[in-house]
Structures are given as C-alpha cells and as structure tokens.
C-alpha cells in the first residue's frame, strides 16, 4: 500500500511539473509576444492535463508529503541553471513537461488507469508538436522585433560603378564606421565567384560589428555566407520556394511597385518589402517608372510588415518622403558616391526626427 501511495506521490508531483512548466511558456507567449491565440492554446492544454486527472485527486492530494522529498535538498544544493535567452526557457520548460507527462503516462498504467494514460500519452505528443510551432513562431516574433528595431533611419545598399573607384568592401567599413546597422550587397555585374567572395568579408565585416546582412538576388550565396537575409525583386525566385531553402530564420525581403505587390508580399510571406522607386532612379538598368508618395502613403497606412523607402531619393528631397511618415529610407548613390562617406551619413541621420539612425 506503502508503494502505491508514493506512486501517487509521482503523480502529483509531475501533474504540477507540466502545469508549472506550461505556465511558463503560456507567460511567455503572453507577455513578451503578445500572441493571445498561442496564449489560449497553452492555457487549454494547462487545464485539461489538470482536469482530466481530477477523479484521482483525493489520492494525490493525501499522498502529498512536499517538507520530508527528499529531492528537495538535493535540489536546493545544485547549482542553478541559468538560462542565458527567452529560447533556452523555452526549450528546458518543453523538456520539463514531455518528462513529466511521459511519467505520468507510465505510472497511470500501473494504478490501472490504462484509459487515462493512453490520454496522457496523447498530451505528450500534442507538446511534441506544440514545441515545433512554438519555436517557429518564437524565431518569426524575434525576427520582427529585430526587423521593427533595425529598419528605422538609413538603409544602406552598395554599388561599386558608383563608388567613384571605391570597392565594396571599402564602402561597408565606413558604413559601419559611420553607425548603419542593415546593409544590402547589390551588385549585378560581377561574376558568382567574385561576388561570393565580397559577400564572405563583408559578412566577416558586418558579424563583428552587429550589423545585419542582406544579400541582394544571389540566395545561394546568401546561404553560404551566412548572411542574415536575402533581398528578392519581382522577377526573382518565388517568395515560398526560397523560404523552403533559407528556412524560418533568415529574413526575405521584397521589392513592390504597387499595393497589389505589397499585398502579395505580405501573403507570401515576405518579412519585409521595398517601397519605391519614389523617385526617377539610374542607379538600376530596366527599372520601371517611378510610383511616386501615394504608394508609399498606402503602405504606411495598410501594409503592417517593416518597409524601407526607395528610389532616387537624395538629401534634397528626404524631407518631403520623411513628412510622409517614412521611418526608413534607402539611399544608394547619395552615399556610395559621396566624396566623404561618412560625413554624408551623419547629415542624413541628423534629418531623421525621431533621432533613428
């Protein structure tokens, strides 16, 4: 009798682990990513793992004997596991719940509860699966914050004709040396091997100073740098068929023309979209003609994803796109070909109202 009263003990203590751990993850989704859907999912799941056990609970509650666990001391003299990132917290809470289910699983089948542990058993797998769509929408909430953080003030994109003899990889140094946290390499006129071997210092160079990566067109080499995303136009690769190859984490931009192709942009899947060309712009061949501030007052007011403003725009009429309500605003030749590069960001940033970069 001894035994199987402590076999309650087991169970109560895990029912209060998984609850105890979805709790944690539930708070999570809650409060720092403000996922209400999530939320309720965990919390139902929370409920019904308690309820669901409720006809034994006299017994749980009567085998109860927290002040003599012996594991209580032993738990107090270990040193704590710190968690480092809001992943780490997840990924301990997810395999703290599919060891306690997994427990409680296996010690119904012994008090004959074989119905309630085939109900266990299938909570457990419904975590394994929640655990998949967790960290899939936890890298889409980190990747936003990131985008929402980083894409306010300039938006840098190189371009070596018009550099004025400069290479690239000069131009990003004093990019960097100048404040920009996001920089697209764009270049159409370079071989694969010379381009991949620009990407590769640059995203050495763009590491070691916490500025984020774009790679303009070339997904491969995007892949094989490691760089933090890949910029697509409207006759590149389909937006699903290069997430399927970059995976979850690598952010995919996009240029749009139009509210259709913003609209599509976001459906698809794209983390955030160019606006533009504002302007009449040189700075690309075949580029169509200019969609002037109206589209971007349509963005700014209907699309929610982050947007970078593009497309001849200069120091001398920043102003105007900035009074529309632009946070972020591209220049290319404006800055690769200004005599002093950085001096010429400086004044740019100076201009943004809100004090961004």
Same mark, same amino acid.
Request: with cysteine; hydrophobic share 35%.
């Given at each position: ?7 309650? /003990? ?16 539930? !708070? ?7 996922? /209400?859907?999530f ?7 929370? %409920?019904?793992?308690r309820?669901n056990?409720s ?5 749980? =509650? ?13 738990s107090?003299e270990?040193?704590i596991?710190?968690? $480092?990132?809001?992943?780490e917290?997840a990924?301990a809470?997810?395999? /703290? +719940?599919q ?23 299938g ?6 699966? &929640?655990e ?6 936890m890298v ?9 953080? =980083? ?6 994109i $190189?371009?070596?004709?018009h ?8 131009? *990003?140094?004093?990019? =960097? ?5 996001? &920089?697209?390499y ?8 010379e ?10 160079? $763009?590491?070691a100073?916490?500025? $984020?990566? =774009? ?12 760089? !933090?995303?890949? %910029? ?6 389909? &937006?699903?068929?290069? /997430? ?7 952010? +995919?931009?996009?240029?749009? %023309? ?15 979209i160019?606006?533009?060309?504002l ?14 501030l ?18 001849? @725009?200069?120091? %001398?009429?920043?102003d105007?796109v ?9 220049m290319?030749t404006? @800055?690769?070909?200004?005599?002093? &590069? ?13 004090? *961004?970069?």
């Amino acid at each position: 009798m001894k035994g199987l009263n402590n076999l309650y /003990r087991v169970l109560d203590a895990n029912i209060n682990r998984a609850s105890e751990g979805l709790r944690v993850l539930e !708070d999570l989704a809650r409060f720092c990513y403000d996922d /209400r859907p999530f939320s309720k999912k965990l919390k139902e799941l929370r %409920h019904g793992i308690r309820k669901n056990i409720s006809k034994l609970l006299p017994n749980l =509650i009567e085998s109860r004997d927290s002040a003599n666990d012996v594991g209580l001391k032993t738990s107090m003299e270990l040193d704590i596991d710190r968690k $480092t990132s809001l992943t780490e917290l997840a990924q301990a809470n997810f395999k /703290r +719940i599919q060891e306690a289910l997994r427990t409680i699983e296996e010690s119904l089948k012994v008090v004959n509860e074989n119905e309630l542990s085939k109900l266990y058993e299938g909570y457990r797998f419904e975590v394994y699966s &929640i655990e998949k769509e967790y960290f899939k929408f936890m890298v889409g909430g980190n990747k936003r914050n990131r985008l929402n953080e =980083i894409m306010t003030g300039l938006y840098c994109i $190189t371009s070596e004709e018009h550099s004025k003899g400069r290479s690239n990889i000069e131009v *990003v140094e004093k990019m =960097i040396k100048a404040g920009i946290r996001i &920089i697209q390499y764009r270049e159409k006129k370079k071989s694969l091997l010379e381009k991949y071997n620009e990407c590769q210092k640059i995203r050495e160079m $763009t590491l070691a100073s916490n500025v $984020t990566f =774009i790679v303009n067109d070339n997904v491969d080499i995007a892949m094989m740098v490691r760089a !933090d995303g890949v %910029h697509l136009g409207q006759d590149d690769l389909p &937006i699903e068929r290069v /997430r399927e190859l970059v995976g979850d984490e690598m952010i +995919i931009g996009v240029s749009t %023309h139009s509210p259709k192709q913003a609209e599509d942009a976001v459906k698809r899947g794209a983390d955030y979209i160019g606006v533009g060309p504002l302007y009449r712009t040189y700075t690309k061949e075949n580029v169509c003609e200019p969609v002037g501030l109206e589209y971007l007052d349509y963005v700014i007011k209907n699309i929610k994803l982050p947007y970078v403003a593009i497309g001849g @725009i200069k120091e %001398h009429n920043m102003d105007e796109v900035l009074a529309r309500g632009a946070g972020c605003i591209s220049m290319v030749t404006e @800055i690769v070909g200004a005599d002093d &590069i950085e001096q010429k960001i400086g004044r740019v940033k100076s201009k943004f109202s809100r004090g *961004v970069l």
